[in-house]
């Protein structure tokens, strides 16, 4: 077992980082696409995880990043959203970028980013990458949202490793 309080910024963000891998692969275990997001508080404490959730329903909607912010709008006051870091396997697309803003997540860490992605997924159908990156989403707000990544790039990529391929 991990002392997580020993840690410095950098090896706990390496921690929580490859635990949004994990939590990435349940998610194509059950059938989605490989992306996965954990929200950690200023403690060091998991307060919530969220698995990507395009099936069943092939909800464009249901990324990983998206689905936690609102978790945790629903269950966290807004001084403990504003003081977590959102942990992600990849790089939150436009749409996640800004429902993490509107939560009011203070920092996010990611894996593979934007850009890396759109090259893994081509013009999948499924998955239809936008290029651009979330510190432009974030910088065009009115507040503050610290950024970290990519990082891990290499293992991030792995977890799309025979994903994305047509016919």
């Not at 090896?11 to 996965?36: C, E, I, K, M």
């Not at 429902?99 to 894996?111: D, K, L, N, Q």
């Not at 593979?112 to 432009?136: I, V």
Request: glycine residues 8%; charged residues 20%.
């Amino acid at each position: 077992m991990i002392d997580i309080s020993a840690l410095s910024r950098e090896d706990v963000d390496t921690h929580f980082l490859r635990q949004s891998f994990d939590v990435a692969r349940r998610a194509l275990a059950h059938g989605n696409h490989p992306f996965g997001a954990v929200l950690v508080d200023h403690d060091r404490r998991v307060l919530l995880e969220a698995e990507n959730g395009f099936m069943p329903s092939r909800d464009g909607t249901a990324h990983a990043e998206r689905l936690l912010a609102t978790q945790a709008c629903l269950t966290l006051p807004a001084d403990v959203r504003k003081g977590a870091t959102l942990y992600s396997s990849a790089e939150p697309c436009a749409m996640c970028a800004g429902a993490i803003y509107w939560a009011g997540i203070g920092r996010v860490v990611y894996g593979l980013s934007e850009h890396a992605l759109r090259e893994l997924t081509g013009d999948h159908a499924e998955n239809p990458t936008l290029d651009l990156p979330c510190r432009e989403v974030f910088r065009s707000g009115q507040r503050s949202t610290e950024v970290v990544g990519p990082q891990l790039e290499a293992e991030a990529a792995a977890l799309h490793h025979g994903v994305w391929q047509t016919g």
